[in-house]
């Protein structure tokens, strides 16, 4: 049940919703004060045992404006078993053969939607992705390029423009194969072509060491008060002019904040959870050090706790 106004009681009332005849009807009255809704919940239930060739999908997927037709076209579906029927099995064969405009963009936008829940990013950041993708795919200058890099770059942009960046460590990770510094150059390509297309430099966002901070404090399974001190001490940091990378500055500070604490952090494990290597956490940490009474907040380490630290 849930609460709605009613023109008969002139009040707030609990209602009730039929689902049957999709009909919202007053609990006090009766009165039907919504018809024929539609039921948005799922059809049936998907069960890891059942067989792949019953699918209950009765209906295409969502529209997509970024394809010629929407993403409304009809797809033969293969016969069941070896004795399908050969009218079916011929009609798909043939569609398989038809020229398709936006084969490639599906195949793409497929491979990014991979990479995306494998780094459990939300549908937006995909959207964007795809978008970006279609634009540098419009200028028909992509050809010869790694595709892999390319779509990795676009994952990576899209990120960044939604202010919940990733490393290009973590997009090189999910990327098939290809290597940081193909990423690199496939984004200066995509940052050139889309600033040719508008006329003007494309906006990437900033990056702050607090971005990574909460995912990287929970790769190391920190504690929550770990944690927190963690997030104020980055914010503190941006008052001095510590020139290195927010990444490093974060894995410095991680490694910082776990060394006040009983349950230390060797710094292997924090190379391996940032993506940073040991020696420039350790150079990051040199140029924090002569700020970390000004930097760590005061609950969470005394004077003489900061003492303890090891002198870089």
């Known amino acids: 049940m849930s609460d709605a106004y009613c023109s008969d009681c002139k009040r707030q009332t609990e209602v009730v919703f039929d689902h049957s005849a999709g009909d919202t009807v007053c609990s006090e009255c009766g009165l039907v004060l919504e018809s024929h809704s539609i039921d948005e919940t799922s059809e049936w239930r998907t069960f890891a045992n059942e067989s792949g060739d019953n699918d209950p999908v009765r209906v295409g997927g969502p529209t997509n404006p970024l394809l010629a037709d929407g993403g409304l076209s009809t797809v033969i579906a293969k016969p069941n078993g070896a004795s399908g029927d050969f009218l079916s ?10 020229s398709n405009p936006d084969r490639g963009l599906i195949l793409a936008f497929k491979t990014i939607a991979t990479m995306s829940d494998r780094l459990g990013l939300v549908a937006t950041i995909k959207d964007r992705a795809n978008e970006i993708f279609k634009r540098v ?4 200058s992509s050809r010869g390029r790694n595709q892999d890099a390319l779509l990795a770059a676009c994952l990576y942009i899209a990120c ?34 889309l600033g040719l297309e508008t006329g003007q430099s494309v906006e990437m966002g900033t990056i702050h060491a607090g971005d ?38 974060a894995a410095a500070i991680i490694y910082i904040i776990t060394q006040l604490t009983d349950d230390k952090k060797p710094l292997k494990d924090i190379s391996v959870a940032t993506g940073v290597a040991e020696g420039t956490i350790r150079n990051s ?28």
């Open 137 to 140: 795919e419009d200028q028909k």
């Open 285 to 312: 940490y040199k140029d924090l050090y002569p700020h970390v009474a000004k930097i760590i907040p005061g609950w969470y380490a005394k004077e003489e706790d900061l003492k303890n630290l090891v002198s870089p």
């Open 160 to 193: 960044r423009q939604e202010d919940k960046p990733r490393t290009v460590k973590e997009i090189c990770s999910v990327a098939n194969g290809a290597t940081k510094k193909e990423i690199g150059r496939a984004k200066e390509y995509i940052v050139k072509q």
């Open 89 to 98: 099995s011929s009609l798909g064969r043939w569609q398989n053969r038809g």
């Open 212 to 249: 990574f901070m909460r995912r990287f404090c929970s790769n190391l399974g920190m504690t929550n008060q770990a944690m927190k001190a963690a997030q104020e001490s980055v914010q503190k940091s941006e008052e001095y002019d510590i020139r290195r990378s927010p990444i490093s500055i």
